[in-house]
Nanobody, 124 residues
């Protein structure tokens, strides 16, 4: 009965910033790798970022490298996605996901639990 709830989405102008958060209830948060995915025009959720159980190592899609930062606070059962220098192509529904495996994944099929998504719109 693990549940994930994203928040922090909204409308921002190009070049602006947003921070998404995802709180996880149930299960053991510190045992999960956490990831962020997004879905834009197509049906597939595309990889954005992931971090290991203790947050020591993170990985990013090339399209967001240097602009986005994933972090986590295990005491609060929360993972964050700081998004800077946002571009119109970042517009998407962003999903938080939890993975029980030892290796952080870059495909949606590897994740076990998902949030409902939060809309991010970047436009002028």
């Amino acid at each position: 009965q693990v549940a994930l709830l994203e928040s922090g989405g909204g409308w921002v102008q190009p070049g602006g910033s947003l921070m998404l958060s995802c709180i996880v209830s149930g299960g053991t948060f510190s045992s999960y790798a956490m990831g962020w995915f997004r879905r834009s025009e197509g049906p597939e959720r595309l990889f954005v970022a992931t971090t290991v159980r203790n947050g020591a190592v993170s990985y990013y899609a090339d399209s967001v490298q240097g602009r986005f930062t994933i972090s986590r606070d295990n005491a609060k059962n929360t993972v964050y996605l700081q998004m800077n220098d946002l571009r119109p192509e970042d517009t998407a529904v962003y999903y938080c996901a939890a993975d029980r495996s030892l290796v952080p994944g870059r495909t949606s099929y590897e994740y076990d639990y998902w949030g409902q998504g939060t809309q991010v719109t970047v436009s002028s």
